[in-house]
């Protein structure tokens, strides 16, 4: 199961590895990687849609990859990573 965050450790994480450039936005792209066992964490939204949440938390499972439920919403985590469209899966890659 996702284990939940607090506010501030989440946030701090997420703009610590925004900075480094390790980030990649996108549920389609964090499957993906996740298949090829190129990460090495996940995060999802608060609002995350449930079927993309299965499916990840599915092949994290299988990697033993970590995948954390942020307190923010979808439209608050996009604005967190300084972009114009909301986010509901950041991963961080290895």
């Given at each position: 199961?996702?284990?939940?965050?607090s506010k501030?450790?989440?946030l701090?994480e997420?703009?610590?590895?925004?900075?480094s450039k390790?980030?990649?936005i996108?549920s389609n792209k964090?499957?993906?990687?996740?298949k090829?066992?190129k990460?090495?964490?996940v995060?999802?939204?608060?609002?995350?849609?449930?079927?993309i949440?299965?499916?990840?938390?599915?092949?994290s499972?299988?990697s033993?990859?970590e995948?954390?439920e942020?307190?923010q919403?979808n439209?608050?985590?996009?604005t967190i990573?300084?972009k114009l469209?909301p986010i509901?899966v950041?991963?961080?890659?290895?």
């Amino acid at each position: 199961m996702p284990r939940k965050k607090s506010k501030e450790d989440a946030l701090v994480e997420i703009k610590k590895n925004l900075k480094s450039k390790k980030l990649i936005i996108g549920s389609n792209k964090a499957i993906k990687n996740l298949k090829l066992g190129k990460i090495k964490k996940v995060f999802l939204s608060y609002n995350c849609a449930e079927n993309i949440k299965k499916d990840i938390i599915y092949y994290s499972k299988i990697s033993k990859i970590e995948v954390i439920e942020l307190a923010q919403r979808n439209d608050e985590l996009g604005t967190i990573c300084k972009k114009l469209f909301p986010i509901s899966v950041l991963s961080l890659s290895k």
